[in-house]
């Protein structure tokens, strides 16, 4: 039997064709989807679960220490861990956005707390009264407390770390953020922040429940102290009072000057006197102690108001 063979000149047989650069492009295309396909599952399996764990099986004390201190048990553990890294860890999420969240859902909490539950004062003293209980000084105060800092992740902030133990030393010789000489560091305040917006995330965004855990964290029963800045509900208007007084009995505008002015640490405090051309002659009397030149010259006035009861001029 004869066999023949037809060489090409290329070399290759007739009857098979070689590849298109289309159909490679393709086939490299479907090939580099299926690779970040499967790179994607591998990572969110690592997120969702290995990492999870990892995190769970390496820092079980740090989340029992903070959950006791929170008295709240977290679903996910990740959002405390969030809330305690600082900016520094760049290979984590860093506590900014937590804080964020927890900054506006503290404040509101606080203010819905205090407009239920105080009702004789206005909006401007439940506005003052909001801030003084979560200002950041406040808040400095009370993570010092709770010795929050020993749980702050952070990498390379040497001079932050020395400031934060001088501010915790300093607490806790004074206790007190009024009379207190060294300056509160922002982290303190900023991690409690970040903790009430991971328990509030945790919580599926629920303010009250929210509350309900925080008012022990904050302190509540200090933070009711504050009212006592205001005096009592009598002073509130005693300008207007007088000065519509001193119209009816065609006396004298009233008069107020500031007697005293002094920078404390964190805030400022101002006495006002006030005094009224009456009838028998010039009165006056100088107010308390008040943060607010309003509230001191509210004061001047309802003390002069009480002189003038007491002596029968009205």
Known sequence: MEHHFTQLDDGASADVKPPSNFGAAVATVLLALLLQIFWRCCRSIYRNHVKKYKFSNMDRSIIAAVEKILKYTFEDKRLLKEAL??????????????????????????????????????????????????????????????????????KGTGPLNDNVRKYVDAVKQGDDHKNLTVRSPDILADIVEALAGAVYLDLNFDLTKLWTIF??????????????????????????????????????????SLVKFERCQYEKIYVFSVEVETDVGVCHHKGDEKLIPRDARNSAAYLLLRYLQQVSII
Not at 99 to 116: Q, R
Not at 218 to 244: H, N, P, T
Request: net charge neutral; glycine share 6%; with cysteine.
């Open 85 to 154: 890294t600082h900016s520094s860890c760049r290979e984590d999420m860093s506590y900014e956005r937590l804080e964020f969240i927890g900054d506006a859902a503290l404040g509101l909490a606080v203010a819905t707390h205090f407009f239920c539950s105080e009702p004789r004062l206005n909006p401007d003293q439940l506005t003052r009264l909001r801030k003084q209980s979560v200002s950041n000084e406040r808040l400095a105060l009370v993570a010092a407390r709770h010795k929050l800092h020993r749980f702050i992740r952070s």
């Open 215 to 256: 008012k022990d964290v904050l302190m509540i029963d200090e933070i009711k102290v504050l009212l006592e800045d205001f005096g009592s509900s009598e002073i509130i208007g005693a300008q207007d009072e007088l000065y519509g007084l001193c119209g009816k009995r065609k006396w004298g505008k009233p008069v107020y």
